[in-house]
């Protein structure tokens, strides 16, 4: 189906040529934050294929040679014949077209500090399933609206993963697909695409530029993640006196809620590091939580009602090891950590922890440990400072560590004693311990070679 005709039968009382084109330049009064943002960036999808591609991949989507974009603002839907008012305004559309084959995805945004109302979201997922090739016939075709995303500050895992996953019915969620994204994964991509080194184009690279540095202006409506929820501080609390429960509806909205804003300061940090490093970055899922958001969250509220920890692990490109991050809520600390595989210098204790050691400029100050892992999961009973150990190999590998290690776990262990129930400065120095633990101990470390395997000699 021809574009025009895709617009005329999505708004068959408007002439396709007056359909609101988004624009790199919109044409909106200067406070409308919302309209302006969703213009510039679906302007910016459908100028430059290699950012449609990076995003819209997230989705389902891939652009090829032969793909055309076109992207839409604020379109009138389902005009009343007689008053000609439309009943419906989406905040934006995108036409992804391929030979014959077409996708369309209907898109509502929310700037600021709003929040995606569920009604009305209810209302743009029916509105997409009235809209399907059930109902099309030739003399009055209907094209399909395949997908609804939403756009909002609010951070997902990844993009099946709805904040509004648990209030819509389950009918809902079966047609079309529903996504998510946060305007800081928009954002992010933009800047990784920037980084890359076959992204040469002139033109592409301003239009990318100049979206980078409108959506870090202050009046752009893109918000980082910069405290947990309001019940934050009693979390922590009840969780010192190890007086946390799900049996109450209070305690189990109270979990809830700080366990998922924890999960939005996983995708947040994921995010961060993916610009400070220039590489994307991604959330480690397993595939149960990848598919289902609701069972990650149920998971986690278990965790921290036996163990009183919340978790995530982090996959950097080319890093010799997932970050894990650990916030143990009952002893008010962080735990940062990666585990390296020593089977390629397994000689003796002592040459396998120079062989790591000998990686890291370790100072005293850092609160970096070292636990040593053997055979059959057997650990060292205690972990021993890094700086320690370079002073004096022997207290380590004398008489106390009595195996050959098969695995080192270096640990960055942060005392949060008096800031873990603070929602704000909790994240700051969450995010300012991943950089410290990055920059220090994981850009510098490298697995262990592989050991060859040696040729038999025959008799």
């Known amino acids: ?132 090739g059930q109902h099309s016939t030739q003399k009055n075709p209907v094209p399909n609206i395949d997908a609804f995303l939403t756009i909002t500050n609010d951070f997902v895992a990844v993009p099946e993963h709805h904040p509004l996953a648990k209030e819509l019915p389950k009918k809902l969620k079966a047609s079309p697909d529903v996504y998510h994204w946060s305007w800081t994964y928009i954002l992010t991509q933009a800047e990784l695409l920037l980084s890359q080194d076959d992204f040469t ?90 598919k289902d958001a609701r069972k990650r969250l149920d998971d986690d509220i278990k965790k921290v009602l036996n163990e009183f920890v919340l978790e995530c692990e982090i996959e950097v490109p080319k890093a010799a090891s997932l970050i894990s991050i650990k916030a143990d809520t009952y002893g008010r600390r962080l735990a940062l950590s990666i585990t390296l595989d020593c089977n390629g210098v397994r000689k003796s204790p002592e040459a396998t922890l120079n062989w790591f050691l000998k990686q890291l400029d370790i100072k005293s100050e850092w609160p970096l440990s070292l636990i040593c892992i053997g055979p059959r999961n057997k650990r060292y009973p205690t972990s021993f400072k890094c700086s320690e150990i370079l002073k004096d190999y022997s207290h380590v590998v004398g008489d106390k560590l009595d195996f050959t290690p098969e695995r080192l776990e270096f640990t960055w262990e942060v005392n949060m004693s008096s800031d873990m129930d603070k929602s704000r400065k909790f994240i700051e120095r969450l995010e300012d311990s991943v950089r410290d633990f990055y920059r220090n101990v994981v850009q510098n470390m490298k697995s262990a070679p592989p050991i060859p395997p040696k040729m038999q000699e025959t008799e």
């Open 201 to 290: 184009d002139l033109t592409k690279r301003a239009v990318i530029k100049e979206l980078v540095e409108y959506m870090e202006s202050a009046n752009s409506g893109v918000q980082q993640f910069t405290q947990m929820n309001d019940g934050w501080r009693q979390f922590i609390q009840l969780s010192q006196k190890r007086e946390i429960t799900n049996k109450t509806k209070d305690g189990q909205e109270l979990l809830e809620n700080c366990v998922s804003a924890w999960h939005q300061e996983c995708r947040d940090i994921v995010l961060l590091l993916s610009r400070e490093v220039r590489a994307p970055v991604a959330l480690k899922l397993s595939r149960a939580h990848t």
């Open 1 to 132: 189906m021809e574009l025009q005709n895709i617009l005329a039968a999505l708004d068959q009382n408007k002439a396709a040529e007056n359909a609101n084109v988004a624009r790199l330049i919109p044409h909106v009064n200067l406070k409308q934050n919302e309209e302006r943002l969703t213009s510039i960036v679906l302007a910016s999808v459908k100028i430059v294929p290699e950012f449609a591609d990076v995003l819209l991949a997230s989705l389902g989507q891939r652009i090829g040679t032969r793909s055309k974009i076109d992207c839409f603002v604020e379109l009138q839907l389902e005009r009343n014949a007689k008053t000609n008012k439309a009943s419906e305004r989406p905040d934006g559309l995108i036409v992804h077209r391929t030979g014959r084959s077409q996708w369309i995805c209907l898109i509502e945004a929310k700037s600021g500090n709003d929040k995606l109302d569920l009604a009305q979201v209810e209302k743009y997922i029916k509105l997409a399933e009235r809209h399907n």
